[in-house]
Structures are given as structure tokens and as C-alpha cells.
């Protein structure tokens, strides 16, 4: 029998498929389907019949399948949160969904009590030295991401070809090898990369990358990184000296200089509601801050971006108006993006003369140092 094909021509079709192949999925069919890199196999990892059928088909008769996951907070149904070190969680918050597969340790037993079978932690886990680890992977396409929130268990996908070939690009390509085998194919187009996730290590001390996809190894790193970003609305004032000095202050606890902080994987950033691209801070702002010990001389203007919310471990804002004004632009930041003083808003001391510059850097200065004690910086 020819595999099902389906093919979604419109937003409301996409979604009536995704529920579809959700439900042929928890019937124990096997599903192909196209994430952001590949197109995939998926199947429901508590049917035993379809997971024996799934692994006569990629010829792997004993090493398990990476689970796949519809938001990244599902990654803990499975790992338990002490288990998941700080690198890999700044990697959750800030690449996922996207095209990533990370290797996590787990103990005997999944954390989600629903997943304590012996048979299921089988056939998720792969045991490596001591320890347990597990695969998952949770992909940024939205059929494939409706597709897994619809479906009640987990769900593995491996590469939707024969072992030892390409990984498919298309769904013309899945057919090429699995037309028959497969019961259901989702035609989405041709995947978005072209290329296989990448996949990180955080069962082993250090992590380590055991295979580059679409995302190398520098910018694995810098998602990995401690990122702050502060807001005001030029920049040109006090998220320049709120920068500066806050790389004061990390500098002086890890015993660098602040120019070295990057290569500590601490990035202090700062940029402007309605800030112009590349204007340097006010003489005062330079000053107040230089009095403090912050050279801010060199500072250059940026405006807020999406890119910029989201790399980010935390935002600081000078005001309410900032605060709101960074959700509108990213409203999956809520819970990282806070007013920087907690004993009131930090104005504007633009046309304010030195005197009001010093005061607002004190101002920052001692925000600053109340974020730290709190561990928020």
C-alpha cells in the first residue's frame, strides 16, 4: 500500500492536517513530516508494536531515538530541572524551538511520573558509562509543533530515510525510500535549512558538540553565554552608564579586566527604545560613569530587536514605559525583562547638566548593586 500523502494549501488546512497526523500518530502509525531541518519519522514511543516496526525500518534494533518535544518547557517531562546544568538551560531559553538536539543525563526514571515505565526508559534512554542520557529535540515548524502539542505521550523522530542514506530535504525524497512504509507523509515544501539540527553533549564535563548542523560551534557558544541587556530610550544615557558599570562590577568579581568579560561568557549589552544606530553616549553620561569607574567613551548606539530580547538571560529597563514597550516587541520575554531599580523608575537626565548625570549614575550604581545580591546579575 502507497503511503497517505497530505499536503496543506492554506493556515486552517495546515492545522486540521496537523491534528490528523497527531491522531494517526496516537493510533500507532508511523507519521512522516518536515521539521526546520529535515524531514522526520514520528512515532508514539509507548506502542511497542510501532516502535519494533520503527526500528526494523532504520535497521537500529537497540539504540533508542531522540524524543521530540512541542515547547521547550517539555523538555523537563523528561529531566528532572537539577539535572539540567545552567549552559544547557541558557540553551533551552534561547534556541529552542530551533535546530538543535541535545544530549541531557537522566536518573533510572523519567521525571514526568506518567514515564516511569521500565519499558518506556528503554527505549528513550541510552545508557553511557555510569550515568543515563537522553535526546530531545523540540523543532521550530509550527505544523510539526500543533502535530506534537496534539499528541498525549512522547514521540520519537528519527530522519524520515533508510540508514546509511541522506537525510531528506523533501517530501519527494522521503517517497524515493519509504513510500509503502511509511502510513502518512506531510507534504510541508522543502524544509527550511536543508541541513541536519545540531546536536550538544551536557551528560559529559565539559559539554561538547557531536555534530555541527545548522548551528556551529561559536554560536552554540554564544547562546550558551550570560547575556544582559539594559534599555533606556536613546541610549545614549542610562543604559550606556548602566552597562558600564555593571561590566565594572562582573569584571571585579571574576578578576578580569572588563574588555575580557566575553571570553568569560558574560556579555553586557545595551540599546534604545527609539535609539539611533550609532551614536555615542552623552559627554555627561561619559563622565558621571568615568567617575565611577566605567569608561563608556567608546559606547555606540543600537536599537532594541527581537534578536536582542531574546538572547538575552535578562533585560533591564529604566522605566514601566521600557518594560512594556520591550514586551510589545517580545512578548515571550515576560519573566526576564524587570525594572532595573525596584524603589522607582530611573529618569532621564538628558539637558540635566552634570550634577543630575552624577545622581542618575549613583542611582544606577545602587540598583545595580541590589540586582547583584539578589542574584538577578
Request: net charge positive; with cysteine; charged share 25%.
Amino acid at each position: 500500500m502507497k503511503t497517505n500523502v497530505l499536503k496543506p494549501k492554506t493556515v486552517e488546512d495546515a492545522s486540521r492536517i496537523a491534528r490528523e497526523a497527531a491522531a494517526a500518530v496516537q493510533a500507532g502509525k508511523l507519521v512522516g513530516f518536515a521539521t526546520e531541518t529535515v524531514y522526520g519519522i514520528a512515532a508514539l514511543a509507548t506502542n511497542a508494536d510501532t516502535m519494533a516496526r520503527l526500528r526494523e525500518l532504520k535497521a537500529r534494533p537497540e539504540r533508542p531515538f531522540s524524543v521530540h518535544v512541542a515547547e521547550p518547557h517539555d523538555v523537563f517531562l523528561y529531566v528532572a530541572k537539577d539535572h539540567v546544568s545552567d549552559p544547557a538551560r541558557r540553551l533551552i531559553r534561547k534556541a529552542m524551538p530551533g535546530p538543535i538536539t541535545l544530549l541531557l543525563p537522566v536518573g533510572k526514571k523519567l521525571a514526568d511520573p506518567r514515564f516511569h515505565s521500565a519499558q518506556l526508559h528503554k527505549r528513550l534512554v541510552v545508557e553511557a558509562g555510569d550515568g543515563h542520557v537522553i535526546g530531545i529535540r523540540c523543532p521550530d515548524q509550527p505544523l510539526a509543533q500543533e502535530m506534537l502539542a496534539a499528541i498525549d505521550g512522547p514521540v520519537v523522530a528519527p530522519s524520515a530515510n533508510l540508514a546509511g542514506r541522506p537525510s531528506p530535504r523533501t517530501a519527494s525524497d522521503v517517497l524515493e525510500e519509504l513510500d509503502g512504509k511509511i502510513d502518512l507523509l506531510i507534504d510541508s515544501g522543502p524544509t527550511r535549512y536543508g541541513k541536519d539540527s545540531t546536536i550538544i553533549d551536557f551528560s559529559v564535563e565539559p559539554w561538547k558538540i557531536v555534530r555541527e548542523g545548522v548551528y556551529d560551534a561559536r554560536t552554540i557558544r554564544r547562546f550558551m553565554a550570560r547575556t544582559y541587556l539594559f534599555i533606556c530610550t536613546g541610549n545614549t544615557c542610562r543604559s550606556p552608564m548602566a552597562a558600564g558599570l555593571a561590566r565594572e562590577m562582573f569584571a571585579a568579581r571574576l578578576g578580569v579586566p572588563a574588555a575580557k568579560l566575553p571570553q568569560q561568557g558574560v556579555h553586557v549589552i545595551s540599546a534604545g527604545i527609539y535609539g539611533g544606530d550609532g551614536a555615542p553616549a552623552t559627554p555627561e553620561a561619559v563622565f558621571a560613569a568615568g567617575e565611577l569607574g566605567a569608561d563608556i567613551s567608546g559606547h555606540r548606539s543600537q536599537n532594541l530587536t527581537n534578536q536582542l530580547i531574546r538572547d538575552a538571560d535578562m533585560v533591564f529597563c529604566m522605566t514601566d514605559f521600557h518594560v512594556e514597550q520591550v514586551l510589545a516587541v517580545e512578548p515571550k520575554a515576560r519573566g526576564k525583562v524587570v525594572r532595573l531599580s525596584d524603589q522607582g523608575e530611573i529618569a532621564d537626565p538628558i539637558d540635566g547638566g552634570r550634577e543630575v548625570y552624577r545622581r542618575t549614575a549613583r542611582q544606577i550604581q545602587a540598583a545595580l548593586r541590589q540586582r547583584l545580591e539578589e542574584g538577578l546579575l
